[in-house]
């Protein structure tokens, strides 16, 4: 029986639930050194002198970025208006955010090093800065090449906007500013690299989302043969998006390595520096225009989208990631012919910002459904009618949206409708009543409705022009001669449990126990290629590749069976590895009998049969795959407080076939929670000099359990079209909350929510300035 559909226990569960997990940070080489990094305290200064003397004295090793070559990261991007700029691997100077490294400190153990990099001297000359990307630029800017510190500029257009706008039966405009937040995983950033003199050969242990990607650059970064480059992942304690950036800290590690042949150097992020130095995310402002018909149907939408993208234009993302996400995916699943978004990444003397779970769609979400919720109050429509009004529909595929991106799931309305039924809505809408114009507190419902653009291949990028494309993986599936499987993927895992999902796809295909199937991935030097974890593409395109390979692997076994059965291959099943002859069960063979063969007693092979059992396929879906989704939650709201009580909260999604249905449901329970946690709670605030005032876990505030509501999950299970009928659903829950969580707060007290998060102090302020606006002030708190 197929273990497909259903959830066997997880193969890296027992060594993960044990302890025995292998991270980063585990790792333990004879004459390992430790690198601590001299990070700037200002956010934009030249360096007027950097003297690493006193600790040179002192026995340690100092790097800075003459040491280390000059090395300079710049993403790359075939958009005409991208700015390229450079990224120095340690400062060379100016230093352009605070935290940004400066120097390197190499010593027996961390401790040491951090003591050794206190002895390094920097002196700063501060100069004018710019923290917020839509305030005017300052008179000097984040890079010489963007005077106006655009990094980036794109217009989508389609129809004749402003026409219809002018004629539209209602027209609504919003400002909408979001949170910047980050993703936060519970293991930092962390590396450990290794030059071996003897073979020229460069090994680097990286908690990276993207080990082949990393590997391709830092051979061209560092002039090293590729083939001389080994990357592994290990065990990774969370991605999200932060681990897919090649870090300078990363290229400043294997840099020293190659001055330190035979030294294996490590480095393993605190949560200070995290907060203060890995890729930042969401920090947006829309300006929006909307125009109805009087029955609610959207008729034309006008955007501009600002984006702050940091100081630096991440590798090999670009400072595009964000805003051109943020633009091509406005209008979400909702029908649309007038559209026109400006969008564009400002520079700002702040951490970068790179890829975070969901990239951009969260806040764009936020934005489109905001706008839906007002003019449904002003048509006195409900939530739920506008969005079926103007939701993509089955008959509608494939739909061409109005950024030229074809979406191919059109189930919104059901995955609205079941997530209604799931949430309990009438019930709700009747208690929700019942409360009004008494001293409980008040009831909010917020709905949103989104599309998640997964497993993107090469001709549906939705993102900067980067010269790659990431539209494939490989796999290599071997039956070795015991008849067990080996499988080398292209996947790479951060907690997704795909040693689980690849062996069940191997084990489908093949036509052997999912128990026979072993799972190689993270290793360069074993998997022959993949892009890695970004973009919900894993199940799809990793997944594909494993099936393509399993059943070229099916086809050499069978073919060998039926040359040592004397029958022809289409006469032969294969199941839990054992191999019969259709209408003759009592003619069988064992594939590790077949396996023998293959490579032990080749005397045995028929003619024309080569010996070995390996098969290895490429897959590229080409397009990539919509998932529609849809979120109904339930606030509590206390006027005199602000606080935010989560009542009720349900989530559908069409994930297409679910390949494992408690890993489709983590992934998205996973994602909801860190959805509200952008909600309702996370903040990287910088204060006017520059500084993040939100530096620690004391400040920066995450959810716990005790936060996150039971989630009702539901499924459409409408089949994709890739072979294994999968859409991805690493990321679509996030996209929800924002919305939801803002529209709920909305509905309780009838009141405009203009930013995030919804912490309560924006909530009561909000409170205050509608009642304010009618006339009466609440109780409670008081200015």
């Known amino acids: 029986m197929s273990s497909l559909g259903t959830s066997p226990p997880r193969k890296e569960d027992r060594r993960l639930v ?15 050194r430790h690198v601590a990094f001299v990070r700037s305290p200002i956010a934009h200064a ?23 070559g000059g090395i300079v990261l710049r993403a790359k991007s075939a958009l005409p208006s991208y700015v390229e700029t450079g990224q120095p691997v340690l400062a060379d100077g100016k230093v352009r955010f605070a935290g940004e490294p400066v120097a390197a400190v190499v010593a027996a153990d961390r401790y040491r090093a951090e003591d050794g990099a206190e002895l390094v001297e920097v002196d700063y000359a501060p100069l004018p800065l710019l923290v917020k990307a839509w305030d005017p630029p300052g008179p000097v800017p984040v890079h010489d090449e963007a005077p106006d510190n655009v990094l980036l500029e794109r217009t989508f257009d389609a129809g004749d906007t402003d026409a219809v706008l002018a004629d539209a039966h209602l027209v609504v405009s919003r400002e909408l500013t ?16 290794l030059f071996d003199p003897a073979d020229r050969r460069l090994t680097f242990w990286s908690g990276t989302q993207v ?37 300078p800290e990363d290229v400043a590690l294997c840099a020293i390595a190659l001055a330190l042949p035979g030294t294996p150097v490590k480095w393993v992020e605190d949560r200070v520096e995290h907060l203060a130095a890995a890729t930042h995310a969401r920090d947006h402002r829309y300006l929006l225009t909307a125009g109805f018909a009087a029955d609610g149907t959207l008729l034309a939408l006008q955007a501009d989208i600002t984006c702050n993208v940091g100081a630096y234009s991440v590798y090999p993302w670009t400072a595009g990631i964000e805003p051109l996400m943020a633009g091509g995916l406005l209008t979400g699943p909702y029908k649309l012919e007038h559209y026109r978004a400006t969008v564009r990444g400002v520079a700002t003397n702040t951490a970068p910002s790179g890829p975070y779970r969901g990239v951009a769609r969260p806040a764009s979400v936020f934005a489109m459904e905001t706008l839906l919720d007002d003019a449904a109050a002003r048509l006195g429509m409900t939530g739920v009618d506008i969005r079926r009004r103007n939701v993509i529909r089955p008959e509608d595929i494939p739909y061409r949206m109005p950024s030229r991106l074809v979406d191919d799931s059109g189930h919104y309305d059901e995955c609205l409708t079941k997530a209604l039924d799931a949430a309990g809505y009438d019930d709700l809408v009747e208690e929700q009543r019942r409360r009004r114009g008494t001293g409980e507190p008040q009831i909010g419902i917020g709905f949103a409705c989104y599309n998640e653009l997964t497993g993107l291949g090469r001709a549906a990028s ?3 022009r980067m010269p790659f494309r990431t539209g494939h993986d490989a796999c290599t599936v071997r039956v070795n001669p015991d008849g067990r499987v080996t499988v080398f993927s292209g996947v790479t895992s951060q907690g997704q449990g795909l040693e689980t999902t690849v062996a069940q796809i191997v084990a489908d295909a093949l036509g052997v126990g999912y128990d026979d199937v072993d799972v190689r991935i993270g290793d360069t030097d074993a998997s022959l290629w993949g892009f890695g974890a970004f973009s919900s593409r894993q199940a799809v395109i990793g997944g594909g590749a494993a099936h393509r390979s399993a059943l070229a692997a099916r086809t050499k076994v069978l073919r060998l069976a039926a040359g040592l059965l004397e029958t022809d291959p289409s006469d032969l099943t294969i199941q839990d590895g054992l191999i ?45 795959a919509f998932a529609a989704g849809a979120q109904v939650a339930a ?62 876990v004391l400040d920066y505030l995450m959810p716990t359990s005790a936060e996150i509501p039971e989630l009702v999950i539901g499924h459409v299970q409408r089949p994709a079209a890739n072979p294994l009928g999968v859409r991805g659903v690493g990321e679509g829950g996030t996209l929800g909350p924002n919305a939801v969580l803002a529209g709920a707060v909305s509905d309780a007290l009838g009141v405009r929510i203009d930013e995030l998060p919804l912490s309560p102090s924006v909530v009561w302020t909000a409170a205050q300035r509608a009642a304010e606006d009618r006339g009466n002030r609440p109780g409670g708190l008081r200015d």
Do not use: W
């Not at 979001?178 to 450990?192: K, S």
């Open 18 to 32: 044990t302890g025995r997990g292998r991270f980063v940070g585990d790792l333990q080489l004879p004459r390992m």
């Open 46 to 68: 030249r360096i007027e002198s950097l003297a690493a003397g006193p600790a040179r004295d002192a026995g340690y090793r100092v790097f800075t970025q003459a040491d280390l």
């Open 178 to 193: 979001t949170n910047r937040h980050a993703g936060n995983p519970m293991e930092c950033r962390a590396g450990v690299a």
């Open 211 to 247: 080990p082949h990607l990393v590997r391709n650059m830092i051979a061209e970064l560092l002039g090293l043969s590729e083939g001389n480059v080994r990357v592994v992942a290990p065990d990774v304690g969370g991605g999200f998006g932060v681990k897919s950036v090649l870090n």
């Open 462 to 464: 939705a993102g900067p």
């Open 580 to 624: 019969s002859v259709v209408g003759s069960p009592d003619t069988t063979i064992g594939l590790p009998e077949v396996a023998r063969v293959a490579y032990l007693e080749s005397n045995r092979l028929p003619d024309g049969i080569e010996p070995g059992l390996e098969a290895t396929e490429f897959y590229d879906p080409v397009r990539g």
């Open 635 to 696: 606030v509590e709201v206390d006027r005199t407080t602000g606080a935010v009580r989560i009542l009720r909260y349900a989530c559908v999604e069409d994930a297409g076939r679910a390949l494992n249905p408690q890993i489709v449901d983590g992934q998205i329970a996973g994602s909801i929670a860190q959805g509200i946690g952008g909600a309702l709670y996370e903040h990287l605030v910088y204060d006017t000099d520059g500084n993040l005032s939100t530096g620690t």
